[in-house]
């Protein structure tokens, strides 16, 4: 996210490609992988920059060598994806996002503040990837971070919401998760900065 912010864009693409390989092999990094060739497709849209456009390319194929050889494996013990009740996947993550507020329950109050805070980085993500995509006006390095925090850290905490939810609702709040669920805390700390007195 600091790269997108470089003026240069040769050195921001000379960090942001190099950086979206080593993180989407460290495993839950993989959302970077999806979202990385889309940002720079729309900084070649942008200005139609063949550096960008080779980026682009480069970080599409990356993605591409993730499946190479790809073993889908079952780490949750549970007989499906879609094994739990539909109405606790929504628990389990909006419970997700109340972790990192310290609120680690599974009562109605936490699934409250938690989808409290999902609707809040929903709003972000919506709002700074509208402005990424857009096909006019200015997009400010700002919008490129908040899309790449709120959209990973949402695609990330929906990832293990269809895959932990059959493990009980008690595990939204496990401790592994909490560097990704920071991330939309991170982005919504940035977002507010932006608003002005």
């Known amino acids: 996210c600091l790269a997108w912010t470089w003026r240069n864009e040769r ?12 993180i989407l092999y460290t495993g839950f ?8 060739p889309i940002l720079l497709l ?6 139609r920059d063949r550096i960008a456009a080779f980026s682009m390319v ?23 994806l879609f094994s739990a009740a539909p109405a606790d996947y929504l628990r389990f993550l909006s419970l997700m996002f109340a972790t990192p507020f ?8 936490s699934t409250l503040v938690g989808g409290m805070v999902l609707a809040a980085v929903a709003a972000i993500a919506v709002a700074s990837w509208k ?11 700002l919008s490129f971070v908040l899309a790449a925090l709120s959209a990973y850290s ?8 269809l895959g932990r939810t059959c ?9 592994r998760y909490s560097n990704y669920e920071q991330l939309a805390v991170l982005s919504l700390y940035l977002c507010a900065l932006t608003f002005r007195p």
């Open 11 to 22: 050195a921001k693409y000379a960090i942001v490609v190099p950086l979206n390989f080593l």
């Open 29 to 36: 990094g993989f959302f970077i992988g999806l979202l990385t």
């Open 154 to 161: 949402i695609l990330f905490c929906a990832a293990a919401t």
């Open 58 to 80: 480069v970080s599409a194929a990356c993605l591409a060598s993730f499946f190479a050889g790809y073993r889908d494996r079952n780490a949750s013990g549970c007989a499906s």
């Open 167 to 175: 493990t009980g609702l008690g595990e939204a709040h496990t401790s």
């Open 102 to 109: 310290g609120n680690r329950g599974t009562d109605f109050i």
């Open 42 to 47: 729309a900084k070649y849209r942008a200005g």
């Open 131 to 141: 402005q990424v995509l857009g096909g006019g006006g200015e997009r400010r390095a």
